[in-house]
């Protein structure tokens, strides 16, 4: 599973992207929309920074910012290191573990945003692993 292209770990899910000059009150209520704990924000349809649950909790609420007010651009976390498609979802796990972030946006070679993995996408493989060894155990368990 790490080794497969970040693009079929993605599978055409949904993501938030929006403008710099969104209200972070718009772009919070996107995310909660849409299930997503991170939004990708661009200018001129490029990346140039990433919101995340995290920024919403210490820069805005913990500032005491109205989030009506306050234009994701001016909370957001920019220049996000960013991985293409075509990367191994291995790659994405190296670069969240030694920079200590749950989010990578993923884009395309002209920096336009295609999604982000995320540290869940982690959870998922175990899941999957576990789930399948559940099931190999209750076979062997029929078996004897």
Same mark, same amino acid.
């Given at each position: 599973?790490?080794?497969?292209?970040?693009?079929?770990?993605?599978?055409?899910?949904?993501?938030?992207?929006?403008?710099?000059?969104?209200?972070?009150?718009?772009?919070?209520?996107?995310?909660?929309?849409?299930?997503?704990?991170?939004?990708?924000?661009?200018?001129?349809? =490029?990346?140039?920074?990433?919101? %995340?649950? +995290?920024?919403?909790?210490?820069?805005?609420?913990?500032?005491? *910012?109205?989030? @009506? &007010?306050?234009?994701?651009?001016?909370?957001?976390?920019?220049?996000?290191?960013?991985?293409?498609?075509?990367?191994?979802?291995?790659?994405?796990?190296?670069?969240?573990?030694?920079?200590?972030?749950?989010? =990578?946006?993923?884009?395309?070679? %002209?920096? +336009?945003?295609?999604?982000?993995?995320?540290?869940?996408?982690? *959870?998922?493989? @175990? &899941?999957?692993?576990?789930?399948?060894?559940?099931?190999?155990?209750?076979?062997?368990?029929?078996?004897?």
């Amino acid at each position: 599973m790490p080794s497969r292209p970040i693009h079929h770990v993605l599978a055409e899910r949904p993501f938030v992207n929006v403008s710099i000059f969104a209200s972070v009150r718009e772009v919070t209520r996107l995310m909660q929309e849409q299930h997503c704990s991170a939004a990708l924000i661009t200018e001129h349809g =490029v990346l140039t920074g990433i919101f %995340t649950e +995290r920024d919403a909790t210490f820069r805005v609420i913990a500032a005491g *910012l109205d989030p @009506d &007010a306050t234009a994701v651009g001016e909370v957001m976390t920019h220049k996000p290191l960013v991985l293409t498609e075509d990367k191994p979802f291995g790659h994405a796990l190296h670069l969240m573990y030694e920079n200590r972030i749950r989010h =990578v946006p993923v884009v395309d070679t %002209t920096g +336009r945003p295609v999604g982000v993995v995320t540290s869940r996408d982690a *959870l998922l493989i @175990d &899941a999957i692993d576990f789930n399948t060894e559940l099931i190999r155990r209750e076979e062997i368990t029929v078996i004897l």
